[in-house]
């Protein structure tokens, strides 16, 4: 059985940010290279991540309550954007499926547990976006 292309597959080695805290934290979700020692082989090997760069340092004076907010919030995020774009086939797919959920949606989209395809297909059966809820109140 062959795999299926996915959006994701076109978006994964795109560095991206994110918005969360009370403040607005920009956080940025880029590649760092790092060096393992193969003992098997005698090599260093280099490996690139996609790693968050969050934007407080270790003597700056912010709330851990703070940090704790940007941190689940950026992490939800980036969550979303990799189960819904393995979930599209494509940028339209993509975004269809984004404009069907909210945050309280999230919570019960994630506790199905279904992934890939059988995600998108869930989605857009059971969440309407604006634009039909609207045609299907009024045109009653």
Not at 47 to 63: A, F, N
Not at 70 to 94: I, T
Not at 117 to 122: K, S, V
Request: aromatic residues 14%; hydrophobic residues 30%; positive net charge.
């Amino acid at each position: 059985m062959a795999k299926v292309k996915t959006y994701w597959d076109e978006i994964k080695d795109q560095e991206v940010f994110y918005y969360g805290g009370n403040r607005g934290w920009e956080v940025h979700f880029r590649f760092i290279e790092t060096r393992e020692w193969d003992r098997k082989t005698g090599d260093c090997k280099v490996k690139k991540s996609l790693q968050p760069q969050w934007p407080w340092g270790y003597q700056d004076k912010v709330e851990r309550s703070e940090k704790s907010l940007c941190r689940n919030e950026v992490m939800r995020q980036h969550k979303q954007r990799k189960m819904l774009a393995q979930a599209s086939r494509n940028q339209d797919e993509y975004r269809d499926l984004h404009s069907r959920i909210n945050k309280e949606r999230w919570e019960d989209i994630v506790a199905t547990e279904l992934k890939g395809i059988n995600l998108g297909n869930y989605i857009r059966s059971k969440y309407l976006t604006e634009r039909e809820g609207y045609a299907l109140f009024y045109n009653m």
